[in-house]
């Protein structure tokens, strides 16, 4: 159970904000309230109580669970059986908190009560380990080709001395002399509704009963050391910025060796100094001369993969167009298709023209149609 998931917050939340997460839900989901839900309130009343109590939830930070020792009852049994008083029967005194009215202003007084009732606690499965995303940058001639790229990345890797355990598994567990081995500890405690005999997780032994003779040295039994990590990609013709490709497992390694997060890489493309990539097509700007276009001289370009075309401009084309070539842009990705190539052309005005030149293109003035 992941129960910063359930409050709605991070793993860095302050106390104040947990409070709060704990205060609106518990507003949203009580049992007495219409639309409530019992099973929700109990999920979050137990995530709570976990999370405000600084040494459990450092524990849980740590460790990644939460114990409930030998014998001990499963989720949620501190809570008893919801009635007009929905916390009443799980303690044996009658308290309902409608008498406050609006359980939105119970505040300080929902912390004193789930502070002291010892919600009883399960063994939770580990987490897998988180995912991670790494920006990959790749030229445009990558993302028209295709490519193989190997990349190496700093994270957290399931230490290879314990195997992510924590703790050496060849030389076993000894009972805990704290717990005698049952897991729990029981306390009495007093809060503003009275006293509480209250069933706690071990906090040396975290509710399992026993302790590893020898933690491991290597990882101080984190089960995790900062390590590198290589993976090789493919990158396939076509792909688009922001495009990401995933790699299972890869990603942080996950508690006590269980399975590890993805990693997802995110692809950048770098501009190019000649094509401009729009959707599935390249456009590439081309400076012609004003006679060259008169003269129906063809116009030479170069597509990315570096195949030379010769094009004649049309009749009658006009110089706001573009050219088009059909298939001579990006493959489509996952397909066998491609965008077009579009020639932006500019034409290059001359910068000085002789008497002689000006006065041959006013005769020829008359004669362009």
Known sequence: MDYYRILGI????????????????AHKYHPDKKGGDEKKFKEISEAYSILSDKNKRAQYDKFGQVFDGAGATGEGQGFGGFGAGPFGAGF?????????????GLGDIFD???EGMGVKQKRRTYERGADIEIIQEITLEE????????????????????GGKGHDVSAGF???????????IKETRKTFFGSFAQVKSCKECFGTGQIPKSVCKHC???????????????????????????????????????EGGDLYIRIKIK?????????????????????????????????IAGKKLELEIPAGFSLKENL???????????????GNLIIELNVKKPKHLSAKAKKILEDLGGEIQ
């Open 220 to 258: 101080h039994g984190g089960g995790k050391v900062a390590g590198e990590r290589k993976v090789k990609i493919k990158i396939f013709a076509g792909i688009s910025e922001g495009q990401l490709i995933t790699v299972k497992g890869m990603g942080e390694a996950g508690e006590r060796g269980t």
């Open 112 to 114: 004193a009560f789930f």
């Open 174 to 184: 000894e009972k805990c002399n704290i717990c005698g081995g049952r897991g729990e």
């Open 92 to 104: 044996g005194f009658d308290f309902d908190p409608s008498a406050f009215g609006d359980v939105s």
């Open 10 to 25: 991070n793993k860095g939340a302050s106390e104040e904000e947990i409070k709060k997460a704990f205060r609106k839900l």
């Open 271 to 303: 501009p190019h100094h000649i094509f401009r990539r729009q959707g599935n097509d390249l456009i590439v700007r081309k400076e012609i001369n004003l006679v060259d276009v008169l003269l129906d001289k063809k116009i030479e370009i170069s597509t």
């Open 324 to 338: 088009t070539v059909s298939g001579e842009g990006m493959p489509i990705f996952g397909s066998a298709g491609k």
């Open 143 to 162: 993302a028209f080709h295709g490519a193989e790229r190997e990349l190496r990345y700093n994270i957290g890797v399931a230490c290879d001395k314990c």
